[in-house]
């Protein structure tokens, strides 16, 4: 068997294997990725904020359509396409929930192009915005519409009552995964029509499974508890918050993005390498 080679190119820096570059839309995803994940994390603290509040904002309009379709059919399946346009608005706004932010910044973090305290400032203020966005639109969804509260409060039981087991936690991986999938799906292409797809179905498979999600679940949580008729409490509430997003951290890096990273390796050491290239270069 013919072992691959690794060769140098004139100035003596590593070039990939032979036969490593025969995927070029991987090539293309990569860079794609590295770079927006370096955009995230080096974004100024308001843009960030601003970020997460309308995706917060945005996912509770998938909610709010969620709760109206099964409040008038029933059918929680016939409502989780209703729900679709959360996901719908996500994209197409350009804002973004804690679990889109697996994938894309961890990636930039693994090739240098960001650092691990970045990515955990990234992680809290968009998880903290999102429930901030989402607790208010819930909060004007349950004054609105008033007919609208047992059906919230019926729905956020369900996570509410999931507690911290293995169903549970497996649940919230689940829903780490789908989601980092869908981003990794709407990556691979420039074509809109396609994102929206990704987006409709990954979404549809997240609610219609009824998959522990730690900012969508809490929003419904939030209409059930504002509503006043909620048979849980805000303690409920926090623990499952904490479980599901533990899992949808397994879920979304442990899952998808570490053996994504894997297809791509020689991209992430080269990467790697000119980043500490650059580095190196900087005047002290």
């Known amino acids: 068997m013919r072992g691959e080679s690794i060769d140098e190119d004139r100035s003596g ?7 490593s570059r025969d995927e070029p839309e991987l090539e293309e995803a ?3 990725i590295v770079d927006e994940g370096r955009d995230r994390l080096g974004r100024p603290l308001l843009p960030l904020v601003a970020t997460g509040l309308l995706g917060g904002v945005d996912v509770a309009v998938g909610v709010l ?3 109206v379709v099964e409040h008038e059919t029933g059918q929680p399946l016939v409502a989780s396409v209703a729900f679709t346009i959360g996901f719908i608005a996500l994209l197409l706004a350009r804002s973004e929930l804690f679990t889109e932010n697996f994938l894309v910044p961890v990636t930039a973090v693994a090739s240098g192009r960001g650092t691990w305290p970045r990515l955990l400032r ?23 519409l008033p007919d609208l509260r047992g059906t919230a409060a019926a729905s956020g039981l369900h996570y509410a009552a999931l507690g911290t087991s293995w169903r549970s936690l497996l649940l919230a991986v689940l829903a780490g995964a789908v989601i980092t999938l869908m981003t990794r799906m709407q990556h691979a292409t420039d074509d809109l029509g396609v994102q929206v797809v990704a987006a409709v179905a990954m979404s549809f498979l997240l609610v219609g499974a009824q998959l522990f999600h730690s900012v969508l679940d809490s929003i419904i949580m939030f209409a059930g508890l504002l509503g006043g008729l909620a048979y849980y409490s805000w303690g409920d509430w926090a623990i499952a918050l904490a479980w599901s997003s533990l899992g ?8 998808v993005t570490s053996i994504r990273l894997l297809r791509v390796s020689h991209r992430v050491e080269e990467a790697q390498h000119d980043a500490r290239e650059e580095a190196g270069d900087r005047p002290t």
């Open 13 to 19: 820096n590593l070039r990939s294997p032979a036969g």
């Open 248 to 255: 949808n951290i397994v879920g979304g890096i442990g899952l």
């Open 122 to 144: 990234l992680w809290l203020v968009t998880l903290v915005t999102n429930l901030a966005g989402g607790f208010a639109m819930a909060g004007m969804v349950v004054v609105a």
């Open 30 to 32: 990569f860079d794609r």
């Open 65 to 67: 359509a969620y709760l």
